[in-house]
């Protein structure tokens, strides 16, 4: 394959920094626009107090260890930066980010758009520069003016937990228009910074809606600004498992029960064949044992029954939707204190003085209301295309999962990828899993399926992911079947996907970063 084709990777976080590294070991020349003065995506604009959500140990590039200096568990966010920062610079890849380059559009020049969306071959033939005809322009603002630049490949690794916030709407006159106090978003609270933020809530009554990772760290947050005094309030609409590590009685690892092969079996997968789909219903009883288990534990260490905040939903489906999240240290202690309140509801409307909640007639009174609502990821992806075709297509439907073959790739918009979009219990290995299998394909290791065969693994994968995931499978987490799903790209690679010693290894021992050290593509 030509290794003088312009390979554009949009993104300078975990996904697109792992993306350049593969792509310069193979010989190309990538170009990254990152629209930050700095690396790390979503890192570089997060909370000083934040801390990984995964283990240490679960969440590092395979062939780059965290330094010895880090003993901590749960490495907080000046750590994870400095990582990424050794990370970019062993590796050389500065001289590729083009900062404070932000891509505004991109609009893809070639062969009608209709055609190829229509094609039984993905770009026409099923290669990653199609027939040679299609580029594409992408337009980028940088010191107030916008340049064109011509590629021939362009990889998106822009995330979906920035850029569009997700605002709650309201009926008129029950909306943020009636309240004399500031609103905004988490996002803009984590724009901030430390200071500024502190400034801006200290002395004040802060109400945080949400009850995700954000919204806890926030509310940890003002709770050590303002103490008693002025406690923070959190309305929380869905109460979730958080947790305050993956260790369950006696100190056995949750990874045992989710992140093995074994544990694979308990679920039924895409593509299985009738003996794995009959295991499935045959041990299924284990599966709701072993959440019964870890709710068991979870339930005991943290107080979450006293305040209100047992989920509806099993510890599983969590597990299941990578909706789980690691308490800050001693959260409930504030809680007790009286320096964070937790207000369980559904809906709630703003006056002029707070928060009126459903079901309870007295207000909340606030002088700030942080929205930790989360953000629409659909949206932004859509956004960055000019042609109304892919933006219509690129996301789907609400009532499907985003329509990825791999997680990675549209079947009806060429010569594009899309990495770090779907999630897993641990991002970073997976998008370089991910990164590893796509530059692969891109210097022509091996070729994509025809269009219709890509759309039907997207059904089968969709069809898992509304059974286990239910209301959140549009999260499009591989988080559970993260060694069946590696395997698939594994078998592209042309590489062995059992990557232990032995059968009860392979069979009871959890996958990491790790076990990906030493895999090499096939060329």
Not at 208 to 233: H, L
Not at 473 to 493: A, E, K, P, Q
């Amino acid at each position: 394959m030509e290794k003088n084709k312009r390979v554009a990777i949009i993104g300078a976080g975990i996904s697109g920094l792992t993306t350049c590294k593969h792509a310069l070991e193979r010989g190309f020349d990538p170009v990254v626009f990152e629209s930050d003065s700095d690396i790390g995506g979503v890192w570089a604009r997060t909370l000083e107090s934040t801390r990984l959500q995964s283990p240490r140990v679960a969440y590092q590039f395979s062939d780059f260890p965290w330094p010895d200096s880090v003993k901590e568990d749960y490495p907080d966010h000046k750590q994870v930066m400095e990582y990424l920062w050794s990370y970019t610079r062993h590796f050389g890849l500065l001289k590729c980010i083009k900062f404070e380059h932000k891509v505004v559009e991109i609009e893809y020049v070639g062969p009608k758009e209709e055609e190829m969306a229509s094609s039984d071959f993905w770009s026409g033939n099923g290669k990653a520069f199609g027939n040679g005809n299609g580029v594409w322009n992408i337009s980028v603002e940088t010191g107030g003016s916008i340049e064109t630049y011509q590629m021939d490949f362009v990889i998106l690794c822009i995330g979906r937990f920035s850029g569009v916030p997700n605002i709650p709407s309201f009926p008129q006159g029950k909306g943020s228009d009636v309240f004399q106090g500031k609103v905004i978003h988490s996002m803009d609270y984590s724009n901030m910074g430390t200071e500024k933020a502190s400034e801006l809530v200290k002395d004040k009554l802060v109400t945080v809606v949400g009850f995700q990772k954000s919204a806890i760290d926030i509310a940890d947050e003002c709770s050590n600004v303002n103490g008693v005094k002025y406690p923070c309030t959190m309305i929380v609409r869905t109460p979730r498992w958080i947790i305050p590590d993956y260790y369950t009685w006696f100190g056995f690892p949750i990874a045992f029960f989710y992140l093995n092969r074994f544990s694979e079996l308990l679920v039924h997968k895409p593509g299985e064949g009738f003996l794995l789909w009959l295991l499935a219903i045959m041990l299924s009883p284990l599966r709701w044992l072993f959440s019964k288990f870890c709710e068991s534990y979870y339930k005991s260490v943290v107080p979450m029954k006293k305040y209100g905040m047992v989920p509806d939903h099993s510890f599983a489906q969590s597990i299941f939707s990578c909706l789980i999240a690691i308490l800050p240290e001693k959260f409930y202690d504030k809680v007790e204190e009286g320096r964070i309140i937790l207000k369980k509801s559904k809906e709630f409307s703003f006056c002029k003085e707070g928060l009126i909640l459903e079901g309870e007639g007295k207000m909340v009174k606030s002088h700030i209301v942080i929205l930790a609502t989360g953000y629409r990821g659909d949206q932004k992806l859509k956004n960055i295309f000019k042609s109304t075709l892919f933006q219509d297509l690129v996301t789907g439907s609400q009532s499907s999962t985003v329509p990825l073959y791999r997680e990675c790739i549209h079947p009806q918009i060429p010569q594009l990828a899309i990495i770090g979009y779907s999630e897993s219990l641990a991002n970073l290995y997976t998008s370089e899993l991910r990164s590893k299998w796509l530059i692969h394909f891109i210097d022509g290791g091996f070729k994509l399926p025809s269009t219709r065969s890509m759309e039907m693994n997207i059904l089968e994968w969709e069809k898992y992911m509304k059974k286990y995931s239910r209301d959140y499978f549009r999260r499009s987490c591989v988080g559970t079947l993260h060694i069946w799903y590696n395997d698939r790209l594994c078998l592209d690679m042309g590489c062995n996907p059992r990557r232990k010693n032995g059968f009860l290894a392979e069979m009871l021992l959890p996958y990491g970063p790790g076990d990906y050290a030493d895999l090499t593509p096939k060329k």
